[in-house]
Every structure is written in C-alpha cells, then in structure tokens.
Nanobody, 120 residues
Framework: QVQLVESGGGLVQAGGSLRLSCAAS????????MGWFRQAPGKEREFVGR????????HYADSVKGRFTISRDNAKNTVYLQMNSLKPEDTAVYYC????WGPGWRYDYWGQGTQVTVSS
C-alpha cells in the first residue's frame, strides 16, 4: 500500500508559476515511476507527465511540454511538478500517481489532488 499527498496548489495569474509536491509513504518510493494528471471541471482526467524511478527520464503531454518540469527527490520520497508560464486552461485539480508497466502504463495509487486555478 502507498499513500500520496499532493500540496502546493493555489490561485495564480496567467504567466505565473507554481510548484506542486507529492509526498509518498508506505512503499519503496524510489522503485517506482510516478505520474502527474489533471482534471478540469466537466472534463476527463488528463495525463500531464511521468518521471522514471531514477528521475533520469521524463515524458510530457504536448499541452505542457516546455512549460512544466517533473523532478523527484527519492531521499525525501517526494515528486515535484514545476509549472511555469501558466495559462487559464491549466486550471484543474492535479493528481500524482504511482506508475507501473505491464504492458502499457498503469496507475494504481492516487493522491487526493490539489487545486490549481489560473486567472486571466
């Protein structure tokens, strides 16, 4: 079992930045890839990006590529989502999840989410 807790959300103006954190407990955090997703009101949950267990590999959705950066600190059991040049369309609840491969990526454990609101 693993528990994930996101934090760092809030209200920011367009063009601003936020850094989200996802703190993990309960399993060997450093053994697993981690993903970030978001869900805007009335829309389906959307993949944002993923980072490998070591942090050496990342993958991003086209909608955030070049603006968002995922990193991790395995010593702190925490993964981060740095969001720059935020747009109103980035407004959503952001979730982190444990990723595994077998075949295809699957996401088995989720946090409760943190709200990000970008004003125009």
């Amino acid at each position: 079992q693993v528990q994930l807790v996101e934090s760092g959300g809030g209200l920011v103006q367009a063009g601003g930045s936020l850094r989200l954190s996802c703190a993990a407990s309960g399993r060997t955090f450093s053994s697993y890839a981690m993903g970030w997703f978001r869900q805007a009101p009335g829309k389906e949950r959307e993949f944002v990006g993923r980072i490998s267990w070591s942090g050496g590999s990342t993958h991003y959705a086209d909608s955030v590529k070049g603006r968002f950066t995922i990193s991790r600190d395995n010593a702190k059991n925490t993964v981060y989502l740095q969001m720059n040049s935020l747009k109103p369309e980035d407004t959503a609840v952001y979730y982190c999840a444990v990723a595994s491969w077998g075949p295809g990526w699957r996401y088995d454990y989720w946090g409760q989410g943190t709200q990000v609101t970008v004003s125009s």
